[in-house]
């Protein structure tokens, strides 16, 4: 066995003997996990857990998203005619805010870091909790807290002044409840900044022995560099949504040039965080395809120190190109230039992931589960948003192409071909882990399939109408216009079919679903190597770390998982090679 | 002190007191982080509308009150001292010399903020507050060749800021190189600056004051949770720090005299009636 693991020392991150395990094949009578080890109400609303704090932010950022998408529809319904098919001149505005401010405060940011972040990120460094548990609770009532303020901006009257809040829009033209969608905002941005510096320290400070930085789970790297990017943001738009709010109270002219301030400058201050919020937004998804890939295609991951580096690099990059939204907003020439240069090197990190993805790809045993196709979407999607998005960054081009329908898609096929799809990829890989049940493998499949065409055929049309002139934010537009948005918005129902479809088929699985057990996709992180769901304290004992997160290789060639708390129940159930075997046996043995 | 040799009661979710106080130490600076960026993004709009608007911001902070400031900063800086002082009485386990240095630290941020309540009563009589509001005012302009009286409308902190900048520093005759609507802009950074940092402070003070009940209960009695102490006052001493830069961003940057300094500060706490 020690010959066998200590052969391939040419790997970056060498298998080292496996410590003699305490087999035991005993089944715990009634397993005890975190679900069902206390009950009631109470016991979720005061949880520090990080796995129950992670389920609410599910629940909560689904009906967000629900919420969002009913915006969505009711946008692309109006699209049909050209005149505008059953909204209002305002209300459409309000249609197109109201989807903008809810999927990107209340689903993009918090999903991932919110979900999968507090689920798993203590999960994969072997930790028992977050380092500030307290925190991690007070962060989610923090963001409820924003989420109602956006909530009831919508109940008072809505707002339209789009997402960005440009003045003089949101200041001097603006009577509808800016100063609520403000506070949204602001406060949401706290909750953002507490995760994330929860999840630095925990990484920082919360790692088990043997978990080194270059043995952290790729999902980790990418949840870090997310945080950073939060931390260093978010206040920056926070302090700008105060002096809007400043401006709109007393009357004073911070961004009014007839009072001598000037509306450029809340552009620079908003982009500062706003551009790197789109990292945030997608660095997370970028993650979780690490992940999902390796385990689905059977292979480490190729370049692990290139895609752990690539993330950090989005992180402080990001943070050099946001005057690429301001081309044509009267900003100077050779800042624009140097912008354009600097969002071309932004591509450089996303391109490094990209072909890396797809050398991990290359000679892998591939199997197409759901969270694999979901996967094998975000690469092809992301990579149509990665490339359109250099056609926005240079400056010729973005004279044409700026505020078109070409942004719309552009920016979608990031956002919901990448972050969407990512998201569900992470759904559905973990949901065995997060309730034990395995949902239906056939429905999965099909809403995998679902989406991925009404996605594309949704936004495909608008990259042409873009390039034909079509203005984004209009109601109205030429006729014949016509065809290439009645194919978008017929497309959109049936992505909207796609998302309704896992509640059915997930929620199904949590009644009627067969138990998964505790590694259904034989996957090598360290947040499989404990039961599912997994107990209150993640792990019966403090985990020790000898390898790199995507072994598959050795895993797969000893026919066994290496667990570290020795239990195999799980597995022996599973595979009919290692009945009865112990891992020491199963290595002999083959 | 090496990690594993701390004693102390460990929370459920960490290894031991070594690896809890690094992450509480930690997650502080973090914050801190967060922080800077929170204020940086205001100091650099200001420093936009400084560096296009200097004459206007010049007159803006003449019309300030600097005694007030000046004292200000003087009691800053002694909190500090006095919480850096609470440290080390937790570190030796003086429970009393910690008890007292908090208490300290709180009476003199408490006076601080005192003076600084005073100043915005002071700015809001004289009647330097941002707005839309306007008064009536007799004013002579030409009208087909006569000079006629007519009334105007004027925003009243035009006629406030008028006021304050003849009586503090040009000697009654009257000062014209501003514009006050942009005048109007610095007095909106002065209140939003100061007012952020005023709420930093009076959330320090009631973290401090709850440390007070802490150490009271006895929760300080274990040495090692000194570091409790030592992340209060990296907040602590974040806010001394904005404030060290507020101070010469706003108070500084028009022309004050000391003697003018003090005169104020005196007229302030009522101690001088002002002879103008």
């Known amino acids: 066995m020690a010959d066998i693991l200590l052969e391939p020392a040419r790997l970056d991150y060498t298998p080292q003997m496996l410590p003699e395990p305490e087999v035991s094949f005993e089944k715990h009578p009634e397993h005890k996990h975190y679900l069902n080890h206390e009950y009631g109400l109470l016991s979720w609303l005061l949880t520090v857990d990080h796995k129950r704090i992670g389920l609410m932010y599910l629940v909560s950022v689904s009906i967000f998203f629900m919420f969002g998408g009913i915006a969505a529809g009711l946008v692309r319904t109006n699209l049909i005619t050209p005149t505008g098919a059953i909204l209002e001149l305002d209300q459409y505005n309000k249609a197109f805010t109201a989807h903008g401010t809810i999927m990107l405060f209340l689903f993009l940011i918090p999903v991932i870091p919110g979900v999968l972040g507090n689920f798993l990120v203590p999960m994969m460094i072997g930790a028992k909790d977050m380092a500030f548990p307290k925190l991690n609770l007070a962060s989610y009532y923090v963001w409820a807290a924003g989420a109602l303020f956006f909530v009831w901006q919508l109940i008072v009257g809505g707002l339209d002044t789009g997402w960005t809040l440009y003045p003089p829009y949101s200041s001097k033209y603006s009577h509808t409840s800016v100063m609520y969608a ?30 080194t930085w270059g043995r952290l789970p790729l999902f980790v790297w990418a949840m870090y560099a997310t945080s950073v990017i939060q931390l260093l943001g978010t206040p920056v738009i926070a302090v700008t949504v105060v002096m809007l709010a400043v401006e709109r109270m007393v009357g004073v002219g911070i961004f009014d040039p007839n009072l001598g301030g000037d509306p450029i400058l809340f552009q620079h201050m908003f982009w500062f965080y706003s551009h790197p919020a789109v990292y945030i937004m997608i660095l997370p998804g970028m993650g979780v395809i690490n992940e999902v890939l390796t385990c689905f295609a059977r292979k480490n991951i190729f370049g692990y120190k290139a895609v752990a580096w690539s993330s950090v690099g989005i992180a402080v990059v990001g943070f050099l190109v946001w005057g690429h939204h301001m081309f044509l907003a009267g900003q100077g020439y050779y800042l624009a230039m140097v912008f354009a240069l600097l969002t071309m090197l932004v591509a450089v990190p996303s391109a490094i992931k990209v072909f890396n993805w797809t050398a991990t790809l290359y000679g892998g045993s591939i199997t197409f589960q759901a969270p694999m196709l979901f996967a094998l979407g975000f690469i092809i999607l992301f990579t149509i948003g990665g490339v359109t998005g250099l056609f926005l960054g240079t400056l010729g081009t973005d004279i044409h192409l700026h505020d078109t329908y070409f942004v719309i898609a552009h920016f979608h096929y990031t956002m919901v071909g990448g972050m969407m799809f990512a998201w569900q990829a992470g759904l559905h890989f973990w949901w065995p882990k997060m309730t034990g049940k395995m949902y239906s493998d056939f429905w999965s499949r099909l809403a995998a399939i679902v989406m991925l065409v009404g996605f594309a055929l949704t936004f495909l049309p608008q990259f042409a109408v873009g390039y034909l002139g079509m203005p984004r934010r209009y109601p109205n537009y030429p006729p014949e216009f016509q065809i290439y948005n009645v194919l978008s918005t017929a497309a959109a129902y049936v992505q909207g079919i796609g998302y309704l479809m896992p509640i059915f088929y997930l929620g199904y699985s949590l009644f009627a679903g067969k138990a998964a057990g505790n590694n259904p996709f034989k996957a090598t992180g360290l947040e499989w190597q404990t039961s599912s769901p997994p107990s209150p304290h993640n792990f019966e004992t403090t985990p020790q770390v000898y390898f790199g997160p995507y072994e598959y290789a050795v895993a797969d060639g000893l026919k066994i998982i290496p667990l570290n708390d020795g239990k195999i129940h799980d597995i022996v159930h599973e595979d009919p090679d290692l009945v009865g075997t112990t891992p020491k046996e199963a290595t002999h043995g083959s | 002190m090496a990690a594993s040799t701390v004693e102390g009661p460990v929370a459920h979710h960490f290894n031991n007191m070594g690896q809890q106080l690094a992450t509480v130490r930690f997650g502080m600076w973090l914050f801190l982080v967060t922080e800077v960026l929170f204020f940086g993004g205001v100091f650099c709009a200001y420093t936009a509308y400084r560096i296009w608007y200097p004459k206007d911001f010049e007159a803006g902070s003449a019309a300030l009150n600097v ?115 942009r005048v109007m802009l610095f007095f909106m950074f002065y209140y939003s600056m100061t007012g952020l940092h005023v709420l930093h402070m009076i959330i320090g003070i009631g973290l401090l004051t709850w440390q007070l009940i802490l150490a009271r209960s006895g929760f300080f009695a274990h040495k090692s949770r000194y570091v409790y102490i030592e992340v209060m006052s990296l907040y602590w001493h974040f806010v001394d720090m904005v404030w060290m830069f507020l101070l010469p961003l706003l108070y500084l940057c028009g022309p004050h005299t000391s003697s003018q300094a003090i005169e104020q500060f005196k007229m302030a706490i009522g101690l001088s009636h002002g002879g103008h």
Not at chain 2, 76 to 96: D, F, H, P
Not at chain 2, 141 to 151: S, Y
């Open chain 1, 182 to 211: 403000g506070l949204g905002i602001f406060i949401t941005g706290f909750s953002s900044i507490l995760t994330a510096l929860n999840i630095i320290a925990t990484v920082h400070k919360m790692r088990c022995p043997g978990m």
């Open chain 2, 67 to 181: 005694g007030i400031a000046s004292v200000n900063t003087f009691l800053l800086l002694a909190s500090s001292l006095t919480i850096t002082l609470a440290i080390r009485a937790a570190y030796v386990g003086n429970q009393g010399g910690l008890m007292r240095n908090l208490l300290l630290t709180i009476v003199l941020g408490s006076a601080f903020l005192g003076l600084k309540a005073r100043e915005y009563y002071l700015d809001y009589e004289e009647g330097l507050m941002p707005g839309t509001a306007k008064v009536m005012q007799k004013q002579k302009v030409e009208q087909n060749g006569k000079e006629v009286e007519i009334e105007v409308a004027v925003p009243k902190f035009d006629i406030a800021l008028e006021e304050v900048l003849k009586r503090e520093h040009f000697k009654g005759e009257a000062h014209k190189d501003y514009d006050p609507s």
